[in-house]
């Protein structure tokens, strides 16, 4: 294993290199590449974070797990001596912090000097953030409790939450997404009935209330094939349609792709009409993470990315005798008219070893990032051996939908993130002892200017005093410096 990082060690820059596959960019003044990576706290856990710059206020806003289910239960046992921060700090809220100065320096949010980050009236729950902002500037998160969805906004930029609700909807898995002024779309796996339901809420008071029905994103479909709405969720701002990505169980076994849509949502979910069109853009492939990911560019241009999981039929070196992985690939598609018609899935990433559990964010027409986790060597994620070394990566995309789109990929941590494995098993992985720390997926935003801004979970701080593994991951800012950023924009 790698020598680990003790709580202040700085990291080297990284290096802008060329897409293998794809047409680097040519003449671009400055290579894209990214600063040194920024601890948003070197206590608090930072699991499944988000990261968002408001457009109204200019702060930048981070949130995360808190770790209770995201857990290395050795680092629990062993290092509980130099880490009672993880007890002594836990208010059952996800975390959120606040930077004024472009994420060199993060300040925890801290409702009345209590140490909560938000009133817990309106605010309950440690797992599952996802964090957006409407048009009108109001910045909204969430956070379940297994069971209840709690969402609640900041009008300020982060600073402060007054408003929420501690149960906007039973559920599991809640999205996010703003949409006019005052209103934002919550989407989850309902827990009436079955529990398999998957429906979409609406606030349009900045939280405080939730409709008390939700519309449906699942089903199936005539052929046979079902599907559900499974991911971050967006409102189109340009002809307000609300998008989820999809995935489709086929009638052949395969898995698909896709979108699904609700257009006119503020009208629709308003009267009671609203109602969501699933279209399948990738028919068959497979999948590694939980969910694919979406974004969409100011053209309404809508883009998919997902990670294959490749593995070799017939074998059985995988995690628990499962078929042997094979090195995969990082995948993007895109549709321009909804859904009604895609274009050919393409290679964003295959380095020859494992990647996994890319994000999107877009800007100006066909500018598009995409980041993902990648190992140094093919391995199982399950049950990878310490000695693999885990990177943040990011693909800058220019003319993604053109002929021949310009590509600089880069490795964006410069050092690894995480060494080992990455447990998927859920809740399950803590009472096994297994790795979960990085929870399930990291995400990528852009700046008022374009300009990348990853967040990430981080495990490679060590306890300060029994020098083991601490029992939570870390929540890790890294953001765009150079080069152009999706608006076109010089981000030095």
């Not at 202040?8 to 600063?35: D, E, H, I, Y």
């Not at 993060?106 to 957006?132: A, E, Q």
């Amino acid at each position: 294993m790698r020598k680990r990082l003790l709580l202040t060690l700085a990291f080297g820059a990284c290096l802008a290199l060329p897409l293998g596959g794809a047409q680097a960019l040519a003449g671009a003044p400055v290579p894209v590449g990214f600063g040194t990576p920024t601890y948003v706290s070197q206590v608090l856990s930072g699991g499944e974070p988000f990261v968002l710059q408001s457009t109204k206020a200019g702060t930048y806003v981070f949130t995360a797990h808190e770790g209770t289910t995201l857990l290395y239960r050795p680092g629990v046992e062993n290092g509980i001596g130099g880490d009672l921060s993880y007890l002594g700090d836990y208010r059952n809220q996800v975390g959120i912090w606040t930077s004024s100065d472009g994420g060199l320096n993060w300040t925890p949010v801290n409702w009345n000097n209590t140490m909560f980050f938000t009133n817990p009236l309106i605010n309950t729950g440690f797992s599952d953030p996802s964090m957006t902002q409407d048009e009108g500037g109001n910045i909204y998160d969430t956070g379940i409790d297994l069971a209840n969805d709690s969402l609640f906004s900041s009008s300020d930029g982060g600073l402060t939450w007054p408003t929420g609700t501690a149960d906007c909807h039973d559920g599991d898995r809640p999205w996010l997404a703003g949409g006019v002024p005052g209103e934002v779309f919550l989407a989850t796996d309902t827990v009436e009935g079955s529990g398999s339901g998957h429906e979409v809420f609406v606030s349009t008071d900045s939280g405080a209330t939730c409709s008390a029905t939700g519309v449906s994103d699942s089903g199936t479909l005539a052929d046979g094939t079902s599907y559900t709405g499974d991911g971050q969720l967006y409102y189109d701002h340009q002809d307000g349609s609300l998008v989820e990505p999809a995935v489709f169980s086929n009638p052949d076994g395969s898995t698909g792709l896709g979108i699904s849509v609700a257009p006119n949502a503020t009208q629709t979910f308003a009267d009671g009409t609203a109602s969501f069109t699933p279209h399948e853009g990738v028919h068959s492939t497979t999948l590694f993470a939980h969910w694919p990911a979406i974004a969409i560019d100011s053209a309404n241009t809508i883009y998919v990315v997902w990670d294959t999981d490749a593995r070799a039929a017939g074998t059985s070196g995988g995690c628990n005798g499962a078929e042997t992985p094979l090195a995969n690939s990082i995948m993007m598609t895109y549709t321009k008219d909804q859904g009604k018609t895609w274009a050919k899935p393409f290679v964003v990433a295959h380095p020859g070893t494992r990647v996994l559990w890319p994000w999107v964010a877009a800007g100006n027409a066909g500018n598009v990032s995409v980041v993902w986790y990648q190992y140094d060597s093919v391995v199982d994620p399950d049950c990878a051996p310490s000695t693999s070394n885990l990177y943040v990566y990011d693909a800058n995309f220019s003319g993604a939908t053109g002929k021949r789109p310009a590509v600089q990929t880069v490795n964006a941590s410069g050092r690894p993130a995480h060494e080992g494995q990455i447990c998927q098993e859920g809740t399950t992985c803590v009472a096994s002892g297994q790795d979960r720390r990085l929870g399930d997926y990291f995400t990528n935003a852009i700046d008022n200017r374009g300009c990348v801004l990853i967040a990430t979970a981080d495990t490679m701080l060590l306890d300060p005093i029994t020098g083991q593994e601490l029992p939570t991951a870390r929540p890790l800012f890294i953001k765009q410096d150079s080069g152009l950023g999706l608006d076109g924009l010089a981000c030095s």
